[in-house]
């Protein structure tokens, strides 16, 4: 049973710093993984916003995140990290792990792929 579980959410001040975490558990199997961060606001699409591929390790950082924020794994403690800096407004959003093993057609950016997500952790910036 894959189980992936947020935390980190808060309510800060604009040009804050959160870190959010991630502890997934479960995932069987070789890999390799696309492991991602999503976005959803109020009345929004949920949004990819950061992923890293667990063959070689790449990231990926949609625009709106990149240059302010940094996604990393812990393989020992299967947590994986999304560390937000100068938090905007427009950053408030609900959080959302999500995980699929990969296979030949697919690729990460694909969100229907995403097969394991976690509940979500709020982001509010004022």
């Known amino acids: 049973h894959v189980q992936l579980v947020e935390s980190g959410g808060d309510s800060v001040e604009a040009g804050g710093s959160l870190r959010l975490s991630c502890v997934v558990s479960?995932?069987?199997?070789?890999?390799?993984?696309?492991l991602s961060w999503f976005r959803q606001g109020p009345g929004d699409e949920r949004e990819r916003i950061a992923g890293?591929?667990?063959?070689?390790?790449?990231?990926y950082y949609d625009s709106s995140v990149k240059g302010r924020s940094t996604m990393s794994r812990h393989s020992a403690s299967n947590t994986l990290y999304l560390q937000m800096n100068n938090l905007k407004p427009e950053d408030t959003s609900a959080y959302y792990c999500a995980a699929f093993r990969d296979r030949p057609g697919v690729d990460c950016t694909q969100r229907r792929e995403y097969k394991h997500w976690g509940q979500g952790t709020q982001v509010t910036v004022s």
């Open positions: 479960g995932l069987t199997g070789s890999g390799p993984y696309c």
């Open positions: 890293i591929y667990t063959a070689g390790g790449s990231t």
